[in-house]
Every structure is written in C-alpha cells, then in structure tokens.
C-alpha cells in the first residue's frame, strides 16, 4: 500500500484561507502539498513538478479549473494525474454549466470526481487517500474529527472561554 509521506498533492484555490485549510488537512495525514493560487499557476508549477494528485477549484481568475483540466487532458502524461475538483459552485450558474460539461465530456469521471463546499475533511481525505492507493490511518481520522469538534466549539464559545482554551493549550505544549 502506498504512503502519504510518498505522494504530493496540488491544492489550487484563488482564496487563500480555503488553500490553507485544504493544505493542512492533507499535511496533518503527511503528504507533501503544493498550492498555487489559479489555474495559470497551477499549470506552471504541473510541469515543473508533476504531482500525484490535484486538488482543483473550478471558478478561478485568469485561467478556471475548467480551463485547467481541458488542457491537462490534451496532455498524454499530465492526463494521468488524478484530479478532484472542489467547487461552491456545483449548483449555481457561476459553475454548474462548467462542471456538466466535465462530466458530460468524461474529463471527469467516476464517483469521487467532485465535492462541494463547504469540504468535511474527511471525506476530502478519503477521497485523496482511496484514489491513491492510500490507507486511512484512524490517528489522522480521530485528529480530523478532534479538529472539526474544536472550530465548532470555537465558533460558540465566549472571549473568556477561548482565552482559558488558549492558556490550557500553551501549558500542555510549553509554548508562549
């Protein structure tokens, strides 16, 4: 079975917090993440570093994921790279046009193709880990879920109530 820490994974989405959030889902399960900020980067960086996977926004300034898979496909080796399109879009005139296309025309195929967003970390990843050959590990699930439980409770939770989280968390990592 393959291992994460083996397998590089592009993450391309011109909004920066949806970058990192995507970007540190996959290196707390250990891959190596690149990312880049449109589909002109993307591309770029493709063919100076062809990764094993691609994770693709599909309503993107200068070049879309729609523009970015077409020209992927036209390319023998880079046509081979598995991608996985996450869109808020899937449902709305901004993409849906675009996304039935990719599906109509087989660019994208088969039953993990697209998520849409908001993205559950864990199916992210298991989408990523399963089209790679990849074994979810239940350490990388249980901190997913523990992740996910935190940012809700934070949502909630009072000023007095994220101070106190924030000074039990500095005193169990020694960290000021």
């Keep these: 079975m393959a291992n994460a820490r083996d397998k590089t994974v592009l993450v391309v989405d011109d909004e920066p917090n949806i970058r990192q959030y995507l970007k540190a889902i996959l290196e707390d399960a250990e891959f190596n993440v690149l990312t880049a900020a449109d589909g002109e980067e993307a591309l770029r960086m493709v063919r100076q570093r062809r990764p094993d996977f691609i994770s693709l926004d599909l309503i993107m ?9 077409f020209e ?21 005139d901004l993409g849906k ?6 599906l109509k025309n087989r660019i994208m195929s ?10 559950d970390p864990r199916a992210y990843l298991r989408c990523i880990q399963r089209t790679l050959g990849i074994e979810e590990s239940p350490e990388v699930a249980d901190g997913l879920a523990l ?20 000074e039990v968390l500095r005193n169990r990592t020694g960290r000021e």
């Design 97 to 102: 046009g675009d996304l039935d296309d990719l």
């Design 110 to 119: 088969g039953p993990e193709t697209y998520l849409e967003k908001p993205v």
């Design 61 to 69: 300034p200068r070049k879309s994921g729609h523009k970015l898979l």
């Design 147 to 166: 992740r996910e439980e935190l940012q809700m409770r934070m949502r909630d939770a009072s000023s007095e109530a994220l101070r106190q989280a924030v």
């Design 72 to 92: 992927l496909k036209r390319d023998r080796e880079l046509s081979r790279i598995p991608v996985l399109v996450v869109t808020a879009h899937a449902q709305d």
